[in-house]
């Protein structure tokens, strides 16, 4: 029996790999990295006594009332914001995946590389001036962006799929939009739902951020109590929001282990 084959790294690959190497070094080397004070006794004595102003946190009922009420409107921003989200990628990935020609293509990648460059906070405070604050500005900061994102994603999933399928329907006289429903999207559908899923987990966590310019939440709650330096309410606050994010990343991996069997 022949023994495996050594893995060869070609040149290109050396190359990308020297030239990371070399800016994580650069990296290290132009930042005024203060490691020295990091690690001294006085930071550590400062950091304390800062987190010991959280404990213990507010466990108030009416308190905890207005957290969940909050948590569940974070979580409604994330889920409607992904799921208008993910109905735009996909129509926005039609055009970018090269199915309308190769202007359509450009032009729509174009519009995809805005939307996703522009941070959800960005795009939060210049929705909240058109839609005023609460969480409808919030809900539309995390659509556009996550669009842009998903539609990204959902075009490279559609140029990757394999055109045989689809190509053999339209031989045989089906239309092309039947084709492409039949043969085509079963293929990246699975890649769609692990995309909008994955992406839901990184809304959640937007969400609660969002709230720190007025977008509702748990991020409103947040920056309220910190501003007027109530560290027990803020604790409790994060508390909610860490269970928040490992409520949502416990759901959306056991549906995507339920996808994959």
């Given amino acids: 029996m022949l023994p495996p084959a050594q893995p060869v790294i070609s ?3 050396l190359i990308l790999l020297l030239c990371l190497i070399a800016l994580v070094a650069a990296s290290f080397a132009s930042l005024p ?5 990091f690690f001294t006794a006085d930071a550590a004595r400062t950091s304390i006594e800062f987190l010991r102003g959280f404990a213990p946190p507010e466990t108030a009922p009416a308190f905890l009332e207005k ?4 948590a569940a409107e974070t979580l409604s921003m ?11 990628g996909i129509v926005l990935a039609l055009p970018a995946g090269g199915r309308f020609g190769r202007i359509a293509r450009l032009g729509t990648r174009m519009v995809l590389n805005v939307l996703r460059s522009i ?12 839609a005023g604050l609460g969480p409808f500005g919030g809900t539309l900061a995390l659509a556009v962006h996550t669009a ?4 990204r994603l959902f075009a490279d999933a559609l140029e990757n799929a394999s055109p045989l399928p689809e190509s053999t329907l339209r031989i045989n006289g089906v239309r092309p939009t039947v084709a492409f429903f039949y043969a085509t999207l079963p293929q990246v559908l699975p890649q769609i739902m ?22 509702g939440g748990l991020g409103q709650m947040l ?12 604790a409790s606050v994060i508390i909610a929001m860490l269970l928040l994010v490992a409520l949502v990343d416990a759901v959306s991996f056991l549906l995507r282990r339920w996808m994959t069997r």
């Fill in 11 to 13: 040149r290109s690959g």
């Fill in 33 to 37: 990295l203060k490691w020295s004070e």
């Fill in 67 to 70: 957290i969940a009420f909050s």
């Fill in 78 to 88: 994330s889920a409607l914001g992904t799921g208008i989200a993910a109905l735009a």
């Fill in 119 to 130: 941070p959800e906070l960005v795009w939060a405070a210049i929705l909240l001036i058109a």
């Fill in 148 to 151: 842009g994102v998903l539609g």
């Fill in 194 to 215: 692990s995309y909008t899923l994955y992406r839901w987990e990184n809304n959640i966590r937007a969400a609660a951020i969002l709230g720190v310019v007025g977008a």
């Fill in 223 to 234: 920056k309220y109590h910190l501003s007027l330096f109530q560290m027990q309410q803020a």
